[in-house]
């Protein structure tokens, strides 16, 4: 089991479509706590500092970043 797989057994998180990702940085700049990064080839949610505002989920032009709810 990976990381991303046991943030999602026991909590909510938000996901990116990463390969569908242009890297455009408007999440980034809603995000009010500074979990988001960006580089020319990946972005990363820093899940142990995501609130789940769902700020970037609102406002990604490519609709690409989702809310996925926990599994119980």
Not at 39 to 50: G, K, P, Q
């Amino acid at each position: 089991m990976n990381e991303n797989q046991a943030v999602a057994a026991s909590a909510d998180y938000i996901e990116v479509k990463r390969k569908l990702c242009d890297f455009c940085g408007t999440c980034v700049a809603v995000c009010p706590v500074d979990c988001i990064y960006l580089n020319e080839h990946d972005i990363i949610i820093d899940h142990d500092v995501c609130n789940l505002c769902m700020n970037c989920v609102k406002v990604c032009p490519l609709h690409i970043i989702y809310h996925v709810e926990a599994r119980i």
